[in-house]
């Protein structure tokens, strides 16, 4: 059974400039979560794809946006990136009622 | 406001003593309850889950968490720490009304376990 995984693992970008990370769910698995965790802090929920449509979204900008394709692999995409975008990109993956699965996720560092 | 609340950021303990990593949740979080661990480097993994029925959940590593509905709380204990369990613990209720995965979590407990 392979896990979640996530690419890149570690990403430097400038203010401004635009980001994909990447994420795999753990095989059967048909829906994706996306969370930042911020130094020092909890996740914090951005948004969720079932099916490939946005099932769900926290309070972020609409400059987080996302695509779920039809392996259900997943993409978070940041446009315009600001230094507060700095963190931890978690993506889960899970199926119907079944608990989130993490992947180890992306450090992005922003300029 | 939706919040789960973790009332220690570090808890330092000796190997072999009984710990306590306390949570408490708003009453619109749902009662739907988590603690999730994180070693360095790593993402999250499942400790436990609250979703119904008996309490007291337990876990395969020796944790254990109650549910509190009149304290609105979901402590996390063990009995024997090992230098193991040394990591940081996120303690999560399901957003009332929200997504199933869409979770809202506490700011963390640092568990360091010394010998």
């Known amino acids: 059974e392979t896990g979640v995984t996530q690419s890149p693992t570690h990403l430097i970008k400038t203010r401004g400039q635009q980001v994909t990370l990447r994420c795999s769910s753990q095989?059967?698995?048909?829906?994706v979560s996306w969370y930042q965790q911020a130094l020092g802090q909890g996740p914090q929920f951005i948004f969720q794809y079932y099916r490939e449509e946005e099932n769900g979204r926290g309070n972020f900008p609409p400059r987080f946006s996302g695509l779920q394709f039809p392996n259900y692999s997943s993409e978070l995409n940041v446009n315009a990136l600001e230094l507060d975008d700095s963190a931890l990109y978690l993506c889960?993956?899970?199926?119907?009622?079944?608990?989130?699965?993490f992947g180890n996720g992306t450090r992005l560092t922003v300029t | 406001a939706q919040s789960v609340t973790q009332l220690d950021s570090q808890v330092p303990v000796f190997e072999e003593a009984p710990v306590e990593l306390r949570c408490n949740y708003s009453?619109?979080?749902?009662?739907?309850l988590f603690w999730y661990v994180q070693y360095p480097n790593q993402g999250l993994q499942l400790l436990l889950k609250y979703l119904s029925g008996s309490t007291l959940v337990e876990s395969i590593n020796g944790f254990e968490a109650e549910f509190n509905k009149s304290q609105t709380s979901f402590h996390l204990r063990k009995p024997s720490v090992h230098i193991s369990d040394t990591a940081e613990y996120f303690c999560a209720g399901e957003n009332y009304g929200g997504s199933q995965g869409n979770l809202i979590f506490g700011k963390g407990t640092k568990l360091s376990v010394k010998p």
């Open positions: 009453s619109s979080v749902s009662v739907y």
């Open positions: 095989s059967g698995h048909n829906t």
């Open positions: 889960a993956s899970s199926l119907g009622n079944s608990p989130l699965h």
